[in-house]
């Protein structure tokens, strides 16, 4: 049971340049997040989604986009990167008593 | 909004001390309350949870308690050991909206020394 999965592990992109992190789940939950970690700042939400083809904005969304295609997979966009986007990207997708079950996350560094 | 306050660290212990993680919150409503752990280089993992006041959240011999009256939900743990460097994030869902996304505490660093 491989649970929450997250592409790339490690990322490095240069000012403007785009790119889109993926995440899945095989558990079967509806609702996904995206999060960004900042040092000593905890995690931020960007993103959630409560079901296939639903969105809403979470804390910080702004630079990002995301797409909820089907049940398993929720992905992040990064449209034009800034270096104020370099952070550790976590996805997560939320079971029974609303416990959140994390990916391993994606470290990104814009230049 | 929600908020959650953590000890800033890091805490420096040696094996076998005790130990204590403050944490406080501010909600509406009476949300669920977590701690997550995170080792170096990986993703969190739940460590433990409580539900409603005064349950008492425990696993691996860490164990806290939610308290309503002080909103509250400091983490223990009687005799640390190495393994247990990490970084400990409290967090809480609340109950009121469709949404729960937890909001996290900055974390706390533990480092324990043999």
């Known amino acids: 049971n491989a649970g929450v999965t997250q592409t790339p592990k490690f990322q490095v992109l240069k000012t403007g340049q785009s790119m889109t992190l993926q995440c899945a789940q095989d558990m079967n939950h509806n609702s996904m997040y995206w999060y960004r970690q900042d040092p000593g700042m905890g995690l931020r939400l960007i993103y959630y989604s409560a079901s296939e083809g639903t969105t809403d904005k979470g804390e910080v969304p702004n630079g990002y986009n995301v797409s909820r295609l089907n049940k398993r997979e929720f992905s992040l966009r990064l449209e034009s990167a800034a270096p104020s986007q370099t952070s550790v990207y976590f996805c997560a997708s939320r079971g029974g008593w609303e416990t959140q079950y994390f990916g391993p996350g994606t470290r990104l560094l814009v230049l | 909004g929600d908020s959650v306050t953590q000890m800033e660290g890091p805490v420096t212990l040696s094996e076998e001390a005790f130990l204590t993680i403050n944490c406080t919150y501010t909600a509406t409503g009476y949300p669920s309350l977590f701690w997550y752990v995170q080792y170096p280089g990986e993703g969190l993992q739940l460590l433990l949870k409580a539900t409603k006041a005064d349950d008492k959240g425990s696993n691996k011999g860490f164990e806290a308690t939610y308290r309503k009256e002080t909103t509250s939900f400091h983490l223990e743990k009687g005799s640390v050991q190495v393994s247990d460097s990490a970084v400990y994030f409290c967090?809480?869902?609340?109950?009121?909206?469709?949404?729960?996304?937890?909001?996290f505490g900055s974390g706390t660093r533990l480092q324990v020394q043999p």
């Open positions: 967090a809480l869902a609340p109950r009121d909206t469709g949404r729960r996304a937890l909001t």
